[in-house]
């Protein structure tokens, strides 16, 4: 008797983001609006590989202010395609 997929995983597709890539929220949220990547955070420690820390966006709200905020990866998509 044959086991299918036995040795087969789920690899997750994972997404990189560049400073300057414009990206939105991957859920459907009301009024959610265009953001730029900031910068991509990561922390490293002495010996130890860097530590992904998540991506900050920057945007503006419909007054003109600026807001900023990290997010994580998995939570945003690219515009640009």
């Known amino acids: 008797m044959e086991m299918e997929n036995s040795n087969e995983f789920s690899i997750r597709e994972k997404t990189f983001f560049h400073p300057g890539e414009v ?3 991957k859920q459907d949220i ?3 609006p265009n953001m730029v990547v900031k910068t991509i955070d990561k922390v490293s420690k002495e010996f130890k590989k860097p530590t992904f820390l998540g991506v900050t966006c920057f945007w ?3 007054l003109g202010e600026i807001q900023v905020h990290r997010f ?3 939570d945003l998509i690219s515009c640009e395609k």
């Open 60 to 62: 503006f709200t419909t």
């Open 30 to 32: 009301h009024n959610s």
């Open 72 to 74: 994580n990866s998995k």
């Open 23 to 25: 990206v939105r929220l």
